[in-house]
């Protein structure tokens, strides 16, 4: 599955950027979507993820209530809505699609996705 991402930028502590996550010509319809995001010199993080049939969404300690993740069934395509950015959130952000329906425990494992999308960047000043 091809994926594309986009909605990265930069971006003052404090403001919101939303990233989308789309695959043309798939329909989001089962399986287990996430986000992870890298920043350099660490490993890749979960944010958060959502088993399209089942429940969620869940998020990583660190963006718990400040980001928000949804979907567009009419458009096929997955939001990650960023609020109150820090500077600790700069990094790469990857949208990854599984067909499987993980459990909520394995969602956050970033080597059980197979589809992963080019990453944008988020750059998050002080």
């Known amino acids: 599955v091809q994926l594309q991402a986009s909605g990265g930028g930069l971006v003052q502590a404090g403001g919101s950027l939303r990233l989308s996550c789309a695959a043309p010509?798939?329909?989001?319809?089962?399986?287990?979507v996430g986000w992870f995001r890298q920043a350099p010199g660490k490993e890749r993080e979960f944010v958060a993820g959502?088993?399209?049939?089942?429940?969620?969404?869940y998020y990583g300690d660190s963006v718990k209530r400040r980001f928000t993740l949804s979907r567009d069934r009419s458009t096929n395509t997955v939001f990650l809505q960023m609020n109150s950015l820090e500077p600790e959130d700069t990094a790469t952000y990857y949208c990854?699609?599984?067909?499987?329906?993980?459990?909520?425990?394995?969602?956050?494992?970033?080597?059980?996705?197979?589809?992963w999308g080019p990453g944008t960047q988020v750059t998050v000043s002080s």
């Open positions: 990854a699609y599984t067909a499987t329906n993980w459990i909520v425990s394995a969602l956050r494992d970033d080597f059980r996705y197979d589809s």
């Open positions: 010509g798939r329909t989001f319809s089962s399986g287990t």
């Open positions: 959502m088993r399209l049939m089942g429940s969620g969404p």
